[in-house]
């Protein structure tokens, strides 16, 4: 695949991607183009995956990068509310265009599509997929240099469409200090194993709280695991704290101003080597 792909194989000749014979890759609406796309992934619910798909969107945004988030969980979508989105998006007859945080970031969600914010989505595990992918396939997203997808949890439909739908360039894991995280996260990398995709890093939320007061450092949900899994997987591991800071930002619509992520650094560093 050539370094300068726009995934958008409906106008390339070059005869990789989606133009390989047997791909399942979904081409772009033409005129769309994204260069590189990072799927956050856990393998369960509850452990920060939609935060840890904001703060890596910010920070792409802040270093200079033409930046995106796709919201595949459509079902749950949060980060609208993150990032203080509340105008509906709106379509043309070439396709959806995405609405853009404060700071300019891209975003799709279903949420942004929905009369009310808390209608639920109501549809089979099938149709919840193909919108997922129609997220990709009919949104016009304007040169994004980086795409960040929220995945839903687990391994099923939606991940599975995602992983063989999207040019991925790589996941990050996220993970929680707790004993059986360690086969949860196992499950997620063997998934990427079996598609092809390489796993760029692991981020473990809620590793410790630092005390406001005295600063001493608790791992109130157990030992960290952050050091077994570098040690074992030979990847960047992420430790970030219990925040109630992250919190109320996001709570807030303001995930965007959080400044607390010097952890993600060395993570990020690896996502921009793919």
């Not at 014979?21 to 994204?34: F, M, R, T």
Request: hydrophobic share 40%; aromatic share 6%; proline share 6%.
């Amino acid at each position: 695949m050539s370094e300068n792909c726009t995934h958008n194989c409906s106008t390339c000749s070059k005869g990789c991607g989606a133009n390989q014979e047997g791909s399942l890759i979904k081409s772009l609406s033409p005129g769309a183009s994204v260069k590189k796309v990072i799927a956050v992934v856990s393998g369960k619910g509850g452990v920060g995956k939609s935060a840890t798909c904001a703060l890596l969107a910010a920070m792409s945004k802040k270093k200079g990068y033409t930046t995106a988030v796709l919201d595949a969980d459509v079902t749950g979508p949060s980060l609208p509310k993150m990032f203080g989105v509340n105008q509906k998006a709106r379509g043309t007859e070439a396709g959806l265009l995405p609405v853009r945080s404060p700071s300019g970031i891209q975003t799709m969600s279903m949420n942004l599509l929905l009369e009310e914010d808390t209608q639920p989505v109501l549809w089979r595990g099938s149709l919840i997929a193909g919108a997922a992918v129609q997220f990709w396939t009919d949104v016009l997203w304007e040169d994004v240099d980086y795409m960040f997808v929220d995945m839903p949890p687990g391994t099923g439909d939606v991940p599975l469409s995602i992983f063989q739908s999207l040019p991925l360039a790589g996941i990050v894991v996220v993970t929680t200090p707790q004993d059986l995280v360690k086969m949860i996260v196992e499950k997620a990398l063997n998934m990427a194993d079996k598609m092809n995709v390489p796993v760029l890093g692991l981020v473990e939320n809620m590793s410790y709280y630092v005390c406001p007061c005295c600063g001493e450092k608790t791992e109130i949900f157990g030992q960290s695991k952050a050091g077994l899994f570098a040690n074992e997987y030979g990847m960047p591991v992420a430790r970030m704290p219990i925040d109630p800071t992250l919190a109320a930002l996001a709570d807030a619509g303001k995930i965007e101003e959080y400044s607390n992520t010097q952890a993600l650094e060395a993570l990020f560093e690896q996502i921009e080597k793919v």
